[in-house]
């Protein structure tokens, strides 16, 4: 790297060594919360660290594994075991490459602000919910995905609460969450994860651990190859890969631009989601979960001098440090703190504060938000996904259609007579400049607003109130933004009415991309010529011209 100093080394590495601290447990955690082993989480940690520390699109980004996909993770594990799981995971990285290649890297991020609140709390709430059990000591292993099932499971089972446990999960909870009014540099986790093991291992204390669950922690990375592929599999993974790649997306890129912010730098969203893409297709060859850029772990990087893909680097040095030389000691963490650090990530990840805030705003943006919270609880996180999607959807069209106006001016109209013919984008009304009388027979429709479905709608509802059919009728789209497939559609219907009926269509003040739209559909060459107009006084004249030689043709010979 230019320019790259012995000072930034040691800054890089000193932040790396945070990270990586902090990520060991978290990666544990989101390991034993997705229903697989601890090492396939760290294995996830090393595996997407350095694939996007090397091909993301960030200076800072550093990826790994996280809660925003323990809910999707565990799901598709139960139904399918891990080669689901894998086969989703390779799927989703291929979107998402494709996406990069695409470069529909700024796209992504436009993902309505109620879906993405509704199913962030949603998820961080699921998490919470499937932590009871570990945080109780019910050892459940193998509970329903589904949250409702989980809870029946819970209340059936609530005469083996441990005692034990559920100090141990208290006390860590206690200590992440007040922690960081102590240090804000030593990550609160690994305290509050040093401070129960160490009770637990002096006293023999009576606790489910990793050891005690998994029979310990196998030292070093497996490698497991691509999972196998059916087309029946690949058929069933196709909407879980598409979850599971658009919340990858979404969070990576989020990460990115808070990072951005943080050192005053600018990412690369497209190489960003070539970078995770290629991260999960390897974490899948080793037996990784689902990976994406962490905000915690990158903020924390940032935070404490990190500035270049070396850090990362460093952060991927300490979790192989752990797997290769420290596993057996990991192997005494008790699953009750692993999913006390977890909760606590849970809480913070449901964003109460802004659900709440979205609560006061506009009923549609509610709903939306209220169904994909919803939906992600108590259905599946990819119905969630689908179903906020498509209501965010049906919520543009209803405002496209709310601000999209059409005003409709004829001389048979003596209160709307003159129309204003100034420059059209000084407002969305036309208000400055000269006026002109409109010539009998002449209709004037101004469009004010994208000419999308919700436009066209109200402009064949005008036209249908109007008896009369015009000599001329121009339409005035100095407004007018856009243009969808269904607005060139009328366009079409209309040029089609004007020949039959041989009555005049002018379309005036064209912006660029209806213009090149009209170009692209064939119809600016179906219209007569000098019928595009570059202003209304043009089409006014024109319109005037041949009212007048009309006139002129019909009038009897004396």
């Known amino acids: 790297m230019r320019g790259y100093t012995p000072r930034q080394f040691v800054s890089d590495s ?19 919360a997705s229903g697989v082993t601890p090492q396939q989480g760290l294995a996830t940690a090393v595996v997407a660290g350095t694939a996007v520390a090397f091909f993301g699109g960030g200076r800072v980004q550093i990826s790994g594994p996280t ?6 993770a565990y799901a598709i594990g139960a139904q399918y075991g891990y080669d689901g799981l894998a086969l989703a995971t390779v799927m989703a990285g291929i979107m998402l490459a494709v996406m990069g290649i695409a470069r529909l890297g700024r796209v992504i991020q ?21 932590q009871i059990g570990d945080l109780l000591g019910l050892s459940l292993v193998g509970a329903p995905p589904d949250v409702p099932a989980r809870i029946l499971t819970y209340i059936g089972a609530l005469g083996r609460i441990s005692l034990a446990d559920t100090v141990v999960s208290f006390v860590t909870i206690l200590i992440v969450v007040f922690w960081k009014h102590i240090s804000k540099r030593i990550p609160g986790a690994l305290v509050a994860i040093l401070a129960v093991t160490i009770p637990v291992v002096l006293f023999d204390l009576s606790v489910v651990t990793i050891n005690s669950r998994f029979g310990g922690l196998p030292r070093g990375m497996t490698w497991y190859g691509l999972p196998p592929v059916s087309l029946e599999l690949i058929q069933q993974m196709l909407m879980p890969a598409f979850t599971i790649a658009l919340l990858c997306g979404i969070e990576s890129l989020f990460t990115a631009v808070v990072a951005d912010g943080m050192i005053g730098d600018r990412h690369d969203p497209n190489t960003e989601l070539v970078g995770e893409g290629i991260a999960n297709i390897a974490c899948a060859i080793f037996g990784g979960l689902p990976a994406s850029g962490v905000i915690a772990r990158t903020a924390t990087n940032a935070k404490n001098g990190g500035r270049t893909p070396v850090a990362a680097l460093a952060n991927v040095a300490v979790v192989l440090l752990v ?3 420290l596993a057996p000691l ?23 504060p802004s659900f709440m805030a979205l609560m006061k705003g506009p009923k549609s943006d509610v709903s939306v938000m209220l169904t994909t919270f919803s939906l992600t609880i108590l259905i599946d996180l990819s119905v969630a996904i689908q179903a906020g999607m498509v209501l965010a959807a049906f919520l543009f069209m209803h405002r496209m259609s709310v601000v999209a106006q059409i005003n409709v001016l004829g001389a048979e109209n003596d209160e709307q007579d003159e129309v204003n013919t100034g420059p059209a984008d000084q407002s969305p009304h036309f208000h400055s400049g000269h006026s002109q009388r409109i010539p009998e027979g002449v209709e004037v429709y101004e469009v004010n607003g994208p000419f999308f479905f919700g436009a066209v709608e109200k402009f064949r509802n005008i036209m249908m109130l109007i008896e009369r059919m015009p000599k001329v009728r121009i339409v005035r789209m100095g407004a ?20 039959r009926h041989r009555m005049h269509l002018i379309l005036c003040e064209l912006q660029a991309q209806p213009e090149r739209a009209l170009k692209k559909a ?11 107009c570059t202003s209304l006084d043009e089409a006014l004249e ?9 006139t002129e043709n019909q009038a009897p010979s004396p």
Do not use: C
């Open 14 to 32: 000193i932040a790396g060594i945070i990270v990586g601290v902090l990520a060991v447990p978290l990666s544990i955690a989101v390991a034993v």
């Open 67 to 72: 809660g925003t996909f323990i809910v999707v």
């Open 110 to 130: 436009y993902v309505p602000y109620p879906v993405v609140i509704g199913f962030s709390s949603g998820i961080g709430t699921a998490i919470l919910i499937s």
């Open 323 to 325: 797997m290769t030389v």
């Open 330 to 352: 990991a192997g005494y963490i008790p699953i009750a703190a692993l999913a006390g650090v977890l909760a606590v990530v849970a809480f913070n990840m449901a964003e109460w």
């Open 480 to 499: 007018v933004g856009a243009i969808d497939a269904t607005g060139l559609h009328l366009i079409e219907d209309l040029v089609a009415e004007s020949d």
């Open 522 to 532: 064939g119809l600016y060459e179906r219209l007569q010529p000098g019928h595009i």
């Open 542 to 550: 024109y319109a005037r011209e041949y009212i007048q030689e009309s």
